[in-house]
């Protein structure tokens, strides 16, 4: 399908929009895990970020469809007629509940810097789930790439870095697992959701209101078996702040607006978008939580943020240049004979 066309001024407000959810995502969501002493269950967020996300895509697909007519038809022919899609959607839905629920774990125990930095892993990750789920091949400079962000990490997670302004106790090896989860279920998740896309023309947001209405049952299963003793005793919403409203209003809206940036720009804005966020997610990191830079975190987190550009480039077409050779080579021995 070929890219709608736009302008350059919406591409850089994509760009500005993405890099600033992101960033401001991380941050907020360390803060509400290491300053509140009412701290709130972290599976109840995760649930009430799946149910606002099938809102808003109800919302998305009233708009496609034109009427509540069309939309009541799509609903009842896409979802409550066809349980099969229901159950092959639902793999997604687990999978990201997990990562989800990985990203407090993380974040209740590594700096929002730190966590953005290492969350990048997901790109080789993502890397090698599309080549052994979609049969695409990486360019050398792409797998040139993976490896450099992989040593990045490394230096990242060498030395942790420190934040004096945080009085919570953490687990960096616990906080590292967490991220390590995370990224593999944001590979496979993503790749799977793109291959069930990809088999059909149903609209996306009917896709997602299947994943979604699938996500909202399995989060619920996750919140009374991780905490539902003190969820019944404290109640759902125990520990529930602006802040932490706030957080969750920022996942909901950013992961459907993934979708709009997806569209309408490419790979090498989505990287600069990347590295953008691990910047702005340092800088607050400092000033909030007193996070201390090191050399080895900033030669990790510079060389993330160069190998995040290398594997946006677009590949090269070599095979206009090959036919382009083979030509002048025919020409030039018509002449010679």
């Avoid at 990486?138 to 942790?160: D, E, H, K, N, Y």
């Avoid at 616990?174 to 593999?184: E, H, P, S």
């Avoid at 896709?207 to 404290?234: P, W």
């Avoid at 920022?250 to 309408?264: C, D, E, P």
Wanted: aromatic fraction near 10%; hydrophobic fraction near 50%.
């Amino acid at each position: 399908m070929a890219s709608e066309p736009v302008s350059v001024v919406f591409k850089l407000y994509c760009l500005t929009v993405m890099t600033l959810v992101a960033a401001t995502y991380t941050v907020a969501l360390r803060y509400t895990r290491t300053v509140s002493s009412d701290l709130y269950f972290s599976t109840t967020a995760v649930c009430i970020t799946e149910v606002i996300k099938l809102f808003l895509s109800l919302g998305m697909l009233a708009k496609e469809t034109g009427s509540l007519g069309r939309l009541k038809s799509s609903v009842v022919e896409n979802v409550i007629r066809s349980p099969a899609e229901l159950l092959k959607l639902s793999v997604p839905s687990v999978v990201y509940a997990v990562q989800n629920n990985m990203a407090f774990v993380a974040l209740s125990n590594l700096d929002a810097a730190v966590y953005q930095v290492t969350y990048q892993l997901k790109i080789p990750c993502t890397a090698l789930c599309t080549v052994l789920m979609l049969n695409r091949s990486l360019s050398r400079l792409q797998w040139f790439a993976v490896f450099m962000l992989c040593g990045g990490v490394t230096l990242v997670q060498w030395i942790p870095a420190q934040a004096s302004k945080v009085q919570v106790q953490q687990n960096h090896y616990m906080g590292f697992m967490a991220i390590a989860i995370a990224v593999i279920c944001s590979g496979f998740a993503g790749v799977y959701f793109e291959k069930v896309l990809k088999s059909s023309d149903t609209s996306l947001w009917v896709r997602n209101i299947q994943m979604y209405l699938s996500g909202i049952v399995v989060t619920l299963v996750g919140v009374f078996l991780s905490d539902g003793a003190m969820v019944i005793e404290k109640g759902f919403f125990f520990g529930y702040t602006p802040w932490v409203w706030f957080v969750v209003m920022m996942a909901s809206v950013g992961g459907l607006y993934t979708s709009v940036v997806v569209k309408y720009t490419d790979n090498i804005m989505k990287g600069f978008s990347a590295a953008a966020a691990i910047v702005l997610s340092t800088v607050a990191s400092v000033t909030l939580f007193g996070l201390q830079i090191t050399v080895t975190f900033a030669s990790g987190a510079m060389l993330v943020c160069v190998s995040i550009y290398l594997y946006g480039l677009p590949k090269q077409d070599t095979s206009k240049v090959a036919k382009m050779d083979l030509g002048k080579d025919t020409r030039n021995k018509l002449i010679l004979v």
